[in-house]
């Protein structure tokens, strides 16, 4: 069965720190991946995906993440994050084809002081 | 173009009551899914409409929760009786069925808490 691991639950920075939030996958064949966001009080929107090709994928705000296929991670960064960027991020599965299911992991909640 | 609508966003309800939650998705979407997210836990798949066609309804916890999509445009989920355990954010997502490439667009969930 497929499953999706968020190993930071919780994570404060300071305005203009790095971030990185790890995300391993478990799927047994071909994968989209997607990291979601959910600013406070609004609804999932999607921040990134991958489908295929160049493994770096660039999102909205500044985010980015790097597909590994060898380490079945996509790990999501941004150089310098921002106030705004307080909210709760989901990294997600599915398999390749037929509209399936998304897989979430348990969610990272991210905290940024000014 | 609207959005993925979801009604109502918050419900409070006694344990033994009924709810019904609503999904409006976009327009022209023939795939809608519900998912689950109890406090702390991952979002987890409930089932998948294809149309007004129950595509995958695995995560479908018990035979309390009953899903339809009547004429393939709205759905709705409806809890009975609900029970503490039911308490959680349900969301609601829809996505054109186009093929592979495709994302989900998620609704602002509904926050039900069984007392």
């Known amino acids: 069965a497929q499953s999706v691991s968020q190993h930071n639950h919780h994570v404060i920075l300071s305005e203009a720190a790095s971030l990185e939030l790890g995300c391993n996958y478990s799927?047994?064949?071909?994968?989209?991946l997607f990291w979601y966001v959910q600013y406070p009080g609004q609804h999932l929107q999607l921040l990134l995906k991958?489908?295929?090709?160049?493994?770096l994928v660039k999102g909205i705000k500044g985010f980015e993440a790097e597909f590994i296929k060898s380490k079945f991670s996509f790990n999501l960064r941004k150089p310098s994050v921002q106030w705004s960027d307080t909210a709760e991020y989901f990294c997600?599965?599915?398999?390749?084809?037929?509209?399936?299911?998304?897989?979430f992991g348990t969610g990272t909640r991210l905290t940024i002081i000014p | 173009e609207a959005g993925v609508t979801q009604f109502p966003s918050h419900s409070v309800i006694e344990k033994g009551q009924t709810v019904t939650l609503r999904c409006d998705p976009i327009?022209?979407?023939?795939?809608l899914y519900w998912y689950r997210r109890v406090m702390g836990k991952e979002i987890k798949f409930l089932l998948h409409?294809?149309?007004?066609?129950?595509?995958?309804e695995s995560g479908m916890p018990n035979n309390r929760f009953l899903a339809e999509r009547t004429g393939g445009t709205y759905s709705t989920l409806k809890v009975q009786p609900a029970e503490l355990e039911d308490s959680g954010v349900y969301f609601c997502?829809?996505?054109?069925?186009?093929?592979?490439?495709?994302?989900?667009?998620f609704g602002q969930g509904t926050r039900l808490t069984v007392v």
């Open positions: 991958y489908f295929s090709g160049d493994p």
């Open positions: 799927y047994g064949g071909t994968v989209n």
């Open positions: 997600a599965v599915n398999g390749r084809f037929g509209n399936e299911k998304l897989t």
């Open positions: 409409f294809v149309k007004e066609s129950k595509q995958d």
């Open positions: 997502a829809s996505s054109p069925l186009t093929g592979a490439y495709t994302e989900a667009f």
């Open positions: 327009s022209g979407h023939d795939n």
